[in-house]
């Protein structure tokens, strides 16, 4: 059996036990046991010492330096632990694979190669997200085998646009905000190391879409070198 680590948690506003648990059994759908840590640090420290084929960020954990987090700062602001980087090129050059969902572009913002590695930020001054509702995602089917065959679907959760991306994208599934289309999924090659990137994943009600269950598991499946064809 393959095996994944599951960074999750962050402050209140996201059900990270909830849908910490609806991945794993969703990697364990997929025969990938997760071992899941709620500290950067912790997970980071794991990711170094003892190869695992998926990291997974199903977290919120950043500065929180404006004036609107003052309250939650101390008990909740992350700086980014300094093996990080060094624990995410080894993990990548060994061809292990990321899956990053919802708020893990939202991590990590005093690392900047963070945003490299998943081939798109969170921008404070730029990115916005739409309000928790029903939201409709198109499928871009003839793009990737993760969506190879897939239907445009319907799913309750954010939408967040108008990221920061280092280079162009190519959205395997795209939905709606302010005004514009957005990707919200998408892939990064990393020599022998694959990323996925699902900005799907508010709460419980994103994974009751079946389409979004099948983009996660496929996504899991490529990113620890699966051929999916």
Do not use: Q
């Not at 990697?27 to 997974?56: H, M, N, S």
């Amino acid at each position: 059996m393959r095996t994944a680590l599951l960074l999750t948690g962050g402050p209140p506003g996201h059900p990270f036990a909830a849908t910490a648990g609806l991945l794993a059994d969703l990697l364990a759908f997929e025969a990938i046991r997760a071992t899941i840590v709620d500290d950067p640090g912790e997970a980071f420290d794991r990711l170094a010492a003892k190869p695992v084929d998926l990291f997974v960020v199903n977290a919120l954990r950043w500065r929180m330096i404006a004036d609107r987090y003052a309250a939650d700062r101390a008990t909740w602001a992350t700086t980014t632990p300094p093996r990080a980087a060094s624990a995410v090129r080894a993990h990548l050059a060994r061809g292990g694979g990321i899956l990053a969902v919802h708020t893990a572009c939202i991590c990590f913002d005093d690392w900047p190669g963070w945003g490299e590695v998943l081939g798109g930020s969170w921008d404070w001054e730029r990115s916005s997200h739409s309000p928790v509702g029903p939201a409709d995602v198109v499928v871009r089917a003839d793009r990737h085998p993760i969506v190879a065959e897939l239907d445009d679907f319907e799913v309750v959760d954010e939408v967040y646009g108008f990221l920061h991306h280092p280079e162009p994208v190519t959205a395997l599934a795209a939905a709606g905000h302010g005004g514009a289309m957005h990707p919200i999924v998408w892939t990064v090659d990393h020599g022998p190391g694959r990323v996925v990137v699902d900005t799907l994943g508010h709460d419980e009600r994103s994974f009751a879409a079946r389409v979004h269950r099948e983009i996660v598991r496929r996504g899991a499946r490529w990113a620890v070198g699966e051929d999916l064809a």
